[in-house]
């Protein structure tokens, strides 16, 4: 969830004249942000719409509202020969990215399926020159899911530096990015030793984001893998 995933569309290129049009439906929980027509693959082919490198600010590569589908409208494409076995096949290369939504249908271990078909007609009268070509690919959805927790000793002695440690474990199946954790410390009588904070993951400590706002601090741009625990610790009086 919030990540990108990038698909690769390969199609297979008939010979002779063809017109071409690919459409990649996305399901609910994917939008689709870019698309590129990378370009031929073997044997030499041509495209009377699109050219290698072009991606959807151009008009044959459109993305359908709210990201829901990309058409790919190649129109009329030459295959590298005609019912001649020497001049082997071209393939087409397509890469499209979509956006990994925090909706209701994107859960831990849901799977989001997207399908891309393939209209092969006659450039001639639009006749089908073959049924439509249907692929799907499945995207397995993870989660972090984090947990917090802040500790100090049962007590202190007047005048005496509490050290604090507040624990974040990601229990999930995804990672956990771009976490601020922030501890205003609210009660008066509290205040940060300034200097005191260290950031440890599984034990080692590591460089991080920490700004001392007073009375508190706050840590940011954190980062936490499944199965990962980071503690932050300091000192108040």
Known sequence: VGETVTYELVITVPQGTADLVLTDVMPDGLAAQSATFVGYNN???ASSALSAGDTDAVGGITIGAGGDSVTFDFGTVVGPGEND???GDSEIVVLVTAFVEDVT???DGASLQNTA???VTNPVGGADLQPDVIATENV???EPDVTIVKAAPVGANPGEAVPYTI???NNGTGPAYDMLVADTLSDPFLSLVGGTIAVLLDGN???ADVTEIAPGFEVADLTLLPGETI???FDVL
């Open 140 to 142: 397995d959805v993870v």
């Open 43 to 45: 044997a030499p082919g």
């Open 231 to 233: 503690e932050i610790r």
């Open 117 to 119: 078909t393939l209209e």
């Open 167 to 169: 624990t974040l474990t």
């Open 85 to 87: 076995a020497a001049a």
């Open 205 to 207: 400590p590591i460089a």
């Open 105 to 107: 249908a994107v859960a």
